[in-house]
């Protein structure tokens, strides 16, 4: 059981991938980071879920947030390392195998009339969603262990094609692990015209079916 505070982003679909397919690529004893890590839900249910038994480090630049992975952690009778700060800046001389990229980002513009960013839940990934994944698809290899990896998402309510350039720029490897369509919540339709604007700037993708407006989550792996 995973306790959730407001202020602090709560997990979501996106998350729950996230976590599957980060078990399917766990084969040792690994140190793993979940960065952005929010309520730890990534890597506590990760640890609840296997029987390796990894290291698990969490970070978010949020004290709250951190405080609440603990609270939950101990709750769970998992034990962690968790710190508060920007980014890898807690971990700063410390390498990984497995760094999870909790943070899944949105457009501003799109996150402005969503249902997920309330509360006081901060997005500041800019205008195009891509802001906070870039930067830290440019600097994650500076933390990674030999043959150490990345997963991270990328929900189509961001500028999908710009963070795979960043992607690819700094990793050799990028591979799609999986993706899943998901409805856009009811409360989003009114604005409509919000997101038609952003689509024909590229700046977001999503397809509509059934009279459904859908957008994806992808889970990728880089190394």
Same mark, same amino acid.
């Not at 591979?175 to 409360?187: A, E, F, I, M, N």
């Not at 994806?216 to 880089?222: G, L, M, Q, R, T």
């Given at each position: 059981m995973i306790k959730e505070e407001k !202020?602090?982003?709560?997990?979501?679909?996106t998350t729950s991938l996230l976590v599957q397919s980060s078990l399917k690529n766990i084969r040792k004893k690994s140190d793993i980071l979940d960065l952005g890590c929010g309520t730890g839900y990534v890597g506590l249910t990760i640890a609840k879920n296997t029987k390796i038994k990894n290291n698990y480090f969490f970070s978010d630049l949020s004290k709250k947030a951190i405080n609440l992975c603990k609270t939950n952690a101990k709750k769970n009778g998992i034990k962690i390392q968790a710190k508060t700060g920007n980014m890898f800046e807690p971990w700063a @001389?410390?390498?990984f195998d497995l760094i999870i990229e909790s943070i899944s980002a949105i457009a501003k513009k799109v996150a402005t009339i969503s249902p997920w960013y309330r509360n006081g839940i901060p997005c500041d990934c800019g205008e195009d969603g891509t802001d906070l994944v870039n930067e830290v698809l440019k600097?994650? !290899?500076n933390h990674l262990k030999k043959n150490g990896k990345l997963i991270f998402p990328i929900v189509t309510l961001s500028n999908k094609k710009k963070i795979l350039r960043t992607a690819n720029k700094n990793f050799k490897n990028v !591979?799609?692990?999986?993706?899943? @369509?998901?409805?856009?919540? !009811?409360?989003m339709y009114s604005k409509k015209n919000v997101l038609e604007k952003l689509k024909?700037?590229?700046?977001?993708?999503?397809?509509?079916?059934?009279?459904?407006?859908?957008?994806?989550?992808?889970?990728?792996?880089?190394?």
């Open positions: !202020k602090v982003f709560k997990p979501n679909a @001389d410390k390498r600097v994650t !290899k !591979k799609l692990l999986v993706s899943k @369509d998901w409805p856009l919540p !009811k409360s024909k700037k590229g700046v977001v993708s999503y397809k509509t079916k059934y009279g459904l407006i859908l957008y994806s989550s992808e889970i990728y792996i880089a190394y």
